[in-house]
């Protein structure tokens, strides 16, 4: 209500006639635009998104060198050939993951925690323990893989022309492991570009001139070589962008506590083999059960999928050390509304490349090769699962960066022992299409578990928008 003396002042009397414009409702931009209502100098979105701009950019470089690899690899070994290096890629991928023992997540959680702090001493010495314990451990696993490739070659898979291939590339699980571990250091230091440049483009680039250099006259054993001379040369660069950015280092004494160093990588551990198993279970089946060129083209089509959430391992590359950092600093609300709104972008940028897959997977399937046709049902299957993940949001980093790393281990062991099931059941009669429904529902239900246990633990709902002030942390 108004006050009677204010009825006759000038400014209402003017405004007691002016004439208002008519109603004019929001476009749709508009109204998506009014979503991310932020300042993009002073909020911590807008810190993400000039992060992720780049990572972003590079993501698409990655991804776009992978299907160039792929599209490359199909062409020139064909179908059962390109079975061949995705069962030994299998093979190798798992004894990185063993070589890794989970260090990677560790470490990019404690190096980002130290340096929020300016805590060199604990950066410098979690970095060196953790280096250290994957270089033996890897070595050891790949010099195991190496000795009993005969009897996993001919006793279990039945594939003969799968030894010397296995051979060439199981070492390469050394350096892999190497450089992954030094990506997530450099990552949780916040430099998302070169972290990405070594996850996403580095290997993918030399195996790519390989293939084009020696892959042609040596087949399949050129690829082979490639892919070792590309983890080698780029675990030698990561440990250079290591040292260049961490010059605090020089003089330190590094000092952390082995204990909580193994009792934080354990269940990531678990985690990261879980992982393996949820994802590669398919392959590794079929390898038994199907023949090489089953395990080509179901290959093509899961890689040809997961290209929908490179936009979620952007965000993820530029969130997690955000996400440690306002949880070590004991900003829930911060973390709650970080949270909330880079789910609401990966949803926008998300769907419009799962319905250009879904609509498009004959041709893009195509591209392969005639022989690869026939798994465009298995592209729409996957397509719309990763689409499905992406929509759930960065769970795990949430989770992990949390202290909830027990939460996230559940929910892949769950998914992961699911979809060996499903893939037992399914391969034996319904061969890829059965590898790719397993794949599916359990990536999916791993999603869900991750959601609830968000809500659960954490205390907020990923997909319960309501308004909010501008924060700035």
């Not at 991804?63 to 199909?74: D, E, P």
């Not at 980002?112 to 001493?121: E, L, P």
């Not at 719309?384 to 949430?398: C, D, E, T």
Request: charged share 10%; with cysteine; proline share 3%.
């Amino acid at each position: 209500m108004l006050h009677s003396s204010s009825l006759g002042s000038p400014v209402l009397r003017r405004e007691k006639y002016k004439v208002t414009a008519p109603l004019r409702f929001p476009t749709p931009l508009e109204t998506i635009a009014s979503m991310f209502k932020f300042n993009i100098r002073n909020s911590e979105i807008g810190e993400t998104i000039k992060r992720a701009a780049l990572a972003f950019v590079i993501k698409v470089m990655g991804a776009g060198l992978a299907f160039i690899f792929n599209l490359m690899l199909a062409r020139i070994i064909g179908a059962d050939g390109s079975g061949i290096y995705f069962l030994a890629l299998t093979i190798t991928t798992i004894t990185t993951v063993l070589g890794r023992m989970g260090l990677d997540n560790s470490l990019l959680r404690f190096v980002a925690a130290g340096a929020a702090t300016k805590d060199w001493s604990s950066v410098k010495g979690v970095y060196n323990k953790s280096i250290s314990l994957s270089f033996l451990v890897s070595l050891l696993a790949a010099s195991i893989v190496f000795i009993f490739a005969d009897f996993l070659t001919n006793n279990l898979f039945s594939k003969p022309e799968l030894l010397q291939p296995l051979r060439l590339m199981i070492f390469a699980a050394v350096p892999m492991s190497l450089l992954l571990l030094n990506a997530q250091a450099i990552l949780g230091l916040k430099k998302i570009s070169e972290s990405q440049l070594i996850n996403s483009v580095g290997v993918q680039t030399i195996i790519i001139i390989g293939v084009i250099t020696i892959g042609r006259k040596m087949g399949i054993n050129g690829v082979m070589y490639s892919y070792l001379a590309g983890a080698i040369f780029i675990a030698f660069i990561s440990h250079l962008l290591w040292k260049y950015n961490t010059p605090q280092l020089k003089n330190i004494t590094g000092e952390f506590d082995t204990r909580k160093l193994l009792d934080s990588c354990l269940p990531l551990f678990w985690v990261s083999s879980m992982n393996i198993m949820m994802n590669w279970t398919g392959t590794f089946l079929l390898g038994i059960w199907g023949s090489s060129s089953d395990v080509g083209i179901f290959s093509i089509a899961v890689r040809n999928a997961m290209l929908i959430s490179f936009i979620l391992h952007a965000v993820n590359a530029a969130s997690s050390a955000k996400y440690s950092e306002l949880y070590h600093l004991g900003d829930i609300s911060g973390f709650a509304y970080y949270a909330k709104k880079t789910t609401i972008i990966l949803i926008l940028i998300s769907t419009p490349i799962c319905l250009f897959f879904v609509i498009c997977s004959k041709w893009i399937m195509g591209l392969f090769g005639a022989s690869f046709i026939q798994g465009w049902d298995l592209l729409t299957i996957l397509a719309i699962a990763q689409f499905l993940n992406v929509a759930a949001g960065s769970v795990g980093p949430i989770l992990m960066m949390s202290g909830n790393e027990v939460a996230v281990r559940n929910s892949i062991f769950f998914s992961a022992v699911l979809n060996l099931i499903l893939c037992m059941l399914l391969i034996p009669d319904y061969g890829t299409l059965g590898a790719a429904c397993a794949n599916s529902i359990s990536l999916v239900s791993a999603n869900l578990y991750c959601i609830f246990e968000i809500k659960r633990r954490l205390g907020f709902s990923l997909y319960m928008f309501t308004p909010s002030k501008e924060r700035q942390i």
